[in-house]
């Protein structure tokens, strides 16, 4: 089995990079990436527990891309997470991040909801901060109940507290991943679009912009819709690749492990991420 998409407390996660190689190294993984958003906080800490382990370990990214329709988030893999060009980027993809994270906290204060810097940080730690901690924080102060009420409520796209953030282009995404040594990869595609046709159009202009693979086999999709991505892989010839997501207590119903991978595929992504730095191989 084998995972190249999961979250630690350098993001959203709830584990720490060191306990998510343990734990991928327990679950029977022979090859796991750590794929936090916008950060590569936690790669030295995972590959080294990687390392300890006996584990074939990735240094990763998620990436979400400005684009017209839906989202997309781009992976990278096997990145070399020292890569200067690539820190600068991520630099102005928090910084953007944080000038959002104000703007959400005013516009919530000014709804009349009371709720202070401290309280959210407080929530974060280290972490990155993001509308998952806002959400916390709104439920602590027992404005909702639940996190799925707070984006509905506040926090969602299009409710009256959401603000919008800097994102890089998609093809500004790729180029900064293979500067920085990395694969490619189009993350959970159908948040893109869900219509067959329309996705396979996106998916075609990204490979034209340099997408090297998408994911197929992820644990939230269907084997029918599994199916379905890897027609369009297929047809595209882009490689398809695996992730759960994994974000431990955060996404409770994630489980460590992508579907079943067929053991080509998974040579494949093998021979891909040979290449690249950022990976360690036991
Ligand atoms: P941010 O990156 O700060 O915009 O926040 C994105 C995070 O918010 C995601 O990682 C999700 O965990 C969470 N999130 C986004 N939309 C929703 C939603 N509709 N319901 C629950 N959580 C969401
Ligand atoms: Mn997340
Ligand atoms: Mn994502
Ligand atoms: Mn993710």
Redesign the pocket.
Known sequence: MIDLHT?STA??GSDSPEALAAMGKAAGLALMALTD??NTDGTAGFLAACRREGLCGVAGIEL?AEVAEGSLHILGLGIDAASEPLQENLTRVIEG?EW??AQMLERLNELGLELTWAEIADLAGQD????????LALINRGYVST??E???LY???GAPAYVD?FRFYPEECIRMIHEAGGIAVAAHPFSWAQDRNILAENLEALKEKGIDGMEVYYSAYSLEERLDLLRIAARLNLQPFAGSDY?GE??AEIALGAPETPPETEAAIRRLLQQCPGTVWS
């Open positions: 979250h993001s959203d958003h916008d979400s991040r959002r994270n990155l901060i993001s509308r998952a901690h806002f959400a996190v799925a707070a984006f509905e926090l969602g796209k953030r974000h955060a996404k």
